[in-house]
């Protein structure tokens, strides 16, 4: 690419395929140069440092959070479509949870404003601002964790069987009279898992949380009745975003 070509966006595409390709470590201001077929020198026109390089990458990311949320439909809706483009995200590009600690998020545009959306719609289901903060950051931990822990492992068909494999001999091994629900999961592995299955269930469990957990004030220690979808909103309103934790909201 000639440098009186070089764009801001072309720069941020280019570090997204090689953070796709050889991981977030790879991404860096001389490689990316490199791939770009410029110096280091001329990409200081489009991003000051490596610091506002990834910034600039996680916005990018994360703009599909917010990209399809409709206004008209009840929060509940839109938080779960916010949810799965996280989910989604992550799952293409798994090193996402890897590079939120790492961004300034106050300069963030993405993060900030897919935070202050995510914290919006749980006011507007009865949160009050300091819950739907802490509510913002346990569903980006959960849908983050999701992936990460996706069953079946394996960087292609035949490793995923060997370690699944290996996971229903090491259950089978144990005494099930010890632990009978173990011995009887061992069965379960000798089969591919649902992904499709396994992200719908893990969304639906977040949401059903969300839902379950009654407004500020009404707790009690009986069951709560779950939380409708045109609850109101508790009047206040704002974005509360974490500095001080890698994770964020």
Known sequence: MA???????????QALKLADTDGLQAVTIRRLAAELGVTPTALYWHVKNKDELLSALADHLL???VADVDPNRPWSRRLRTMITALV???RAHPYLSTLLPMIDKSAAEGYLRATDTAIGLLTEAGFTLQEADQ?????LLGATAMVSCQPGGGSDEEEATELRRQHRLDLERLPPGRYPHLAAFA?????PPDLDAYYSFGIDLLLSAVKATPP??????Q????RSESAGATGNSGVIVRHEHGEGS
């Open 216 to 221: 500020n004030g009404c707790r009690s220690s």
């Open 135 to 139: 509510v913002a950051t346990y569903l």
């Open 63 to 65: 703009a599909a959070l």
């Open 3 to 13: 440098p009186e070509k070089l764009t801001r966006q072309a720069v941020i595409e």
């Open 88 to 90: 989604e995200q992550t």
């Open 223 to 226: 069951a709560p009745a779950a």
């Open 187 to 191: 069965a379960t592995l000798s089969t």
